[in-house]
């Protein structure tokens, strides 16, 4: 099987019948200063990282198919390991489209307005997340001008240049896509855009305003990829939220169903009218209460299950039989300080998952900086070697 | 209900558009400012904290708290006569670490903390292995707390605690670290006092550790 094939069969798989079932070996994606420095601990390097890369750029596990759409591709590591390519995004771009703009420049900092006109504060080489300073939507009125970019005639903008070659491309790939990431979901995009504080605030200050905004961001969701489904086979729905933390879900399970739900319903119904029979949805932080609200919108599965904010993988499969789960390896256990034996002990607990079905083992999230070479490779060759003990029926 | 049943009630909702009337009725019917602050608003946060750490209140439920308690306390600060002043538990001396840019925790934390009576000098955030030196110097604090988001910035907590002894200030505070990427191996092993998963239960840490202190 290729890629996709091996992803598809595990997503769809029955239970924990392995027949025609294969396990792709694949991992989320690598930080640019993990690989870098993977490079002078024994990585053969067959392209360098971008030098305008600063080492807190996310190298996502899978080629660059769309040219400079995206950003690099991993194309070091993959062929070491003899790794599958990762369920890789399609380009989609959700903001209005605004200008990118340098407000302020010193020697330690840089001050910019994106291109959803969120002002952020960053390091001068941005190694760490930036800090938002200013966000564009704070009412009612800011909120009727910003929504004027998200009409149908800005459709076609969204799209690659290049649409009909990369629609060619895909016909016959051997890799699955999702469509959607960050900032597409119905926590994700309000927060983008009025900043983490104030859209808490709005939901119980001001309800409307937030309905309003996720009337407007699903209608535009559903015309822009109902687009994009016309012409290109998409595998996978991806729903991106990051909306917990290691305490639990950021919003309460009342506003979940009130100011999520409805939307998420809206979208599956769309999926499904489009033959996308998988739908993910993407939360860094402790999600185990998140999961039952979300599995009855009708969402399919989810990533990336942090161990770090408190997961437990075994735990959440045990509670949810069916529901699909990628990720759960303690990117922690590959620190410098670690040992071979907590590694083994990790990847006890994925092989009792794999054993249940419906499990794509990665690492949690990006692996880190922290994580050596060494030990991220042991884990990589003993689960690959656990993975096709698995695979073809062969457990 | 009296009016100080009234202004906890408020401070719990998160009703800050009407907190600013009832604290100055409040004020108006002769209530001593400490009163208001001790009885209604304090007492207010620690059952936000407390349900939030229980899980029971969320974060939208916390932030309208605490912007109800800040709209009060803008109110009653000014109108505090000569003789009066709000009886401070301790000194909080905070920051965001060095390289880390964030600090919505860090503000939860202060809020929680000045809920509690302490008196909080906030460093802001990115803040350098110097600038908690300066502060301990200026203001003498109780506590010194580090925040911090991300995985790559933690390892400049280390660098904050020996800045700290080298200027041999080490033993006159007693340090407590937060954030996301934070556990309690972590405070351990850098011999960090005080841990907390949560704005709230830090707050009621920082009550606990002077207590004990005394």
């Not at chain 1, 990282?49 to 660059?64: L, V, W």
């Not at chain 1, 991106?240 to 919003?251: F, H, N, P, T, V």
């Not at chain 1, 309460?252 to 739900?261: A, L, V």
């Amino acid at each position: 099987m290729n890629s996709r094939e091996k992803f598809l069969s595990v997503m769809k798989m029955q239970g924990s019948d392995y027949k025609n079932v294969e396990i792709p070996k694949v991992e989320f994606g690598y930080w640019a200063g993990t690989i870098r420095r993977w490079f002078t601990e024994g990585l053969p390097m067959i392209e360098n990282i971008p030098r305008n890369y600063s080492d807190g750029i996310a190298i996502m596990a899978n080629k660059n198919i769309y040219g400079e759409m995206e950003k690099a591709g991993d194309v070091n590591v993959q062929p070491f390991f003899n790794l599958d390519q990762y369920l890789t995004k399609f380009p989609v771009d959700y903001s209005p489209m605004l200008e990118r703009k340098i407000i302020d420049k010193t020697e330690t900092h840089i001050t910019y307005k994106d291109e959803y006109g969120v002002t952020n504060k960053s390091t001068i080489d941005i190694t760490t997340l930036p800090m938002e300073i200013d966000n564009p939507v704070r009412d009612w009125d800011s909120w009727y001008e910003y929504k004027q970019h998200y009409g149908s005639e800005t459709i076609s903008k969204r799209l690659p240049p290049n649409w009909e070659d990369v629609v060619k491309n895909l016909k016959n790939r051997d890799f699955p896509i999702r469509l959607g990431g960050t900032n597409g979901g119905f926590l994700g995009f309000p927060r983008q855009i009025m900043g983490v504080t104030k859209y808490m605030m709005t939901l119980i200050d001001d309800p409307e305003l937030i309905h309003d905004i996720n009337n407007t961001f699903c209608r535009f969701l559903i015309e822009y990829y109902g687009r994009i489904c016309s012409d290109v086979e998409i595998d996978c729905i991806l729903i991106w939220e990051d909306m917990a933390y290691k305490s639990g879900s950021l919003i309460s399970p009342q506003h979940f169903r009130e100011f999520i739900t409805p939307y998420y319903k809206r979208i599956i119904a769309f999926a499904r009218e489009a033959g996308i029979d998988i739908i993910l949805t993407d939360s860094d932080g402790y999600v185990e209460e998140l999961i039952p609200l979300i599995a009855e919108t009708g969402v399919t599965g989810m990533y990336p299950f942090e161990i770090a904010a408190g997961n437990d993988i075994l735990r959440i499969r045990k509670l949810f039989p069916d529901f699909q789960i990628m990720g759960g390896f303690d990117k922690r256990k590959m620190f410098k300080g670690s040992n071979y034996k907590q590694i083994d002990e990790e990847l006890e607990k994925v092989g009792e998952m794999l054993k249940k079905g419906r499990y794509i083992p990665h690492t949690d999230h990006f692996v880190s900086e922290d994580c050596t070479f060494e030990f991220f490779s042991y884990y990589r060759k003993k689960l690959n070697n656990i993975i096709d003990d698995f695979g073809k029926g062969k457990k | 209900m009296s009016i100080l049943d009234k202004i906890y009630e408020l401070t719990v909702q998160g009703n800050y558009r009407e907190i600013g009337e009832e604290v100055k009725k409040a004020v108006d019917d002769g209530i001593k400012i400490d009163t208001i602050i001790n009885e209604s608003l304090s007492k207010a946060m620690l059952y936000v904290g407390d349900r939030f750490g229980e899980g029971e209140l969320y974060m939208p439920d916390m932030l309208l708290a605490a912007k109800t308690m800040k709209t009060a306390m803008d109110i009653l600060k000014p109108l505090m006569k000569g003789d009066e002043h709000i009886s401070e538990k301790g000194t909080l001396v905070i920051g965001t670490v060095k390289g880390d840019l964030h600090d919505i925790g860090k503000n939860l934390v202060i809020t929680m903390a000045e809920g509690q009576g302490f008196k909080v000098i906030d460093l802001g955030i990115d803040v350098d292995y110097g600038k908690f030196v300066e502060a301990i110097n200026e203001y003498r604090p109780d506590i010194v707390a580090f925040s911090g988001l991300l995985t790559t910035t933690l390892g400049n907590i280390p660098d904050h605690i020996k800045a700290l002894e080298d200027a041999g200030l080490r033993k006159q505070v007693i340090l407590a670290v937060g954030g996301a990427p934070v556990t309690r191996e972590f405070a351990d092993r850098y011999g960090i006092e005080i841990y907390a998963p949560d704005a709230s239960t830090a707050a009621k840490e920082f009550v606990k550790a002077l207590s004990e202190k005394k």
